[in-house]
């Protein structure tokens, strides 16, 4: 079973809603990503928390919004999508940025705006 | 340019054999890390085996090994003794120290279907 835990598991919204992705990890892991995965393609690095403050964020649009409360939470703040962004949302940790430090994702969070 | 490359769309296998699943990667970085992981269509992202730029030895866990060949920058996932659950998306990727370590490649991932 995986250490990360994401919420929900799906998620249905409209364009004009406000809604949140959850993760939450207890292995004290310092960094922890949110990457995007659309069907049939990898996963595609979103935002990277390290020490709870925001290290890397990939050129995102601002209707995603992350969010890092503590060092095992991270959410994922989603306002005014569009269909395009429908997508399986997947939440990782790693002990640290070492490139030997192994990624841990989570289940998913799998998104269909409407 | 393509960093890691898994150059078959889709794989079958019947249960029991072995299948060999290629990645190839291309880095300048002496130091990195080689991971491959297992998407069922559930949407989890298994980690299953992990090699190191400078580890001597390939890696193994179970019934996967990692063939590393480092001259020729292939890092090919070996699964003994297929079984039924083992149907599902395979990626193949890596970490270079260069960039701080935070950025995964993926590469595009190999479908392996196990026929019974």
């Known amino acids: 079973d995986t250490e990360v835990t994401q919420t929900p598991k799906h998620l249905v919204m409209g364009m004009t809603n406000k809604k949140s992705l959850k993760c939450e990890q207890h292995?004290?892991?310092?960094?922890m990503y949110w990457y995007k995965q659309k069907a049939k393609k990898p996963p595609e690095l979103m935002f990277v928390?390290?020490?709870?403050?925001?290290?890397i964020n990939e050129s995102v649009p601002s209707r995603f919004s992350p969010e890092c409360p503590n060092s095992s939470l991270l959410n994922l703040h989603l306002h005014a999508l569009q269909p395009e962004d429908s997508a399986l949302y997947l939440c990782?940790?790693?002990?640290?940025?070492?490139?030997?430090?192994?990624?841990?994702f989570g289940e998913g969070s799998w998104l269909t705006v409407v | 340019a393509q960093k890691i490359t898994q150059t078959q769309p889709g794989m079958f296998v019947q249960e029991k054999e072995a299948v060999t699943l290629d990645c190839t990667y291309d880095?300048?970085?002496?130091?990195?890390?080689l991971f491959w992981y297992k998407q069922p269509s559930s949407g989890e992202m298994i980690f299953l085996i992990y090699?190191?730029?400078?580890?001597?030895q390939n890696a193994t866990e179970g019934r996967y090994s990692l063939n590393f060949q480092k001259a020729r920058k292939s890092a090919n996932l070996v699964i003994s003794a297929s079984q039924l659950g083992d149907s599902a998306m395979y990626f193949c990727?890596?970490?270079?120290?260069?960039?701080?370590?935070?950025?995964?490649?993926f590469g595009a991932g190999t479908r392996l279907f196990v026929k019974a």
């Open positions: 292995m004290g892991h310092r960094a």
């Open positions: 880095t300048s970085d002496p130091s990195y890390g």
């Open positions: 090699q190191g730029s400078y580890d001597q």
């Open positions: 928390y390290s020490y709870e403050k925001l290290s």
């Open positions: 990782a940790s790693s002990p640290g940025q070492v490139s030997g430090n192994t990624i841990y």
């Open positions: 990727a890596m970490r270079e120290a260069v960039t701080g370590g935070f950025k995964t490649i």
